[in-house]
Nanobody, 128 residues
Framework: VQLQASGGGVVQPGESLRLSCSAS????????MGWFRRAPGKEREFVAG???????????YYQESAKGRFTISADSAKNTVHLQMNSLKPEDTAVYYC???????????????????WGQGTQVTVSS
């Protein structure tokens, strides 16, 4: 399974961006996909995740700093997830990575080692 991320760019503080990630095929009946980011000089951190089963029972969860500004959504028919990022701040500047867990049953995961599938990363720069 390959993950292809897109949608990064350069925006000013307060503006929005929408990232997308397409998986080449469905990972499993139960799906977990999400986003991590790595800011310059910082550790990689979880941003948001979404789970679903057979195209239903979507459940989204977020890192604390993303709550209220970021929204993750999914189109199960297209094996695609989106990350809508609003009210962007300079501290959101990072390379954003799409991730997936190839064998998933249930639960929420925040640590990078749980995700064995990673996309190539897309740069998001928030600067005035």
């Amino acid at each position: 399974v390959q993950l292809q991320a897109s949608g990064g760019g350069v925006v000013q503080p307060g503006e929005s961006l929408r990232l997308s990630c397409s998986a080449s095929e469905r990972t499993s009946r139960n799906v977990l996909m999400g986003w991590f980011r790595r800011a310059p000089g910082k550790e990689r951190e979880f941003v948001a995740g979404i789970t679903w089963t057979d195209g239903f029972q979507y459940y989204a969860y977020y890192q604390e700093s993303a709550k209220g500004r970021f929204t993750i959504s999914a189109d199960s028919a297209k094996n695609t997830v989106h990350l809508q990022m609003n009210s962007l701040k300079p501290e959101d500047t990072a390379v954003y990575y799409c991730v997936a867990k190839s064998t998933y049953y249930r639960g929420t995961y925040y640590e990078a080692f749980h995700f064995d599938l990673w996309g190539q990363g897309t740069q998001v720069t928030v600067s005035s």
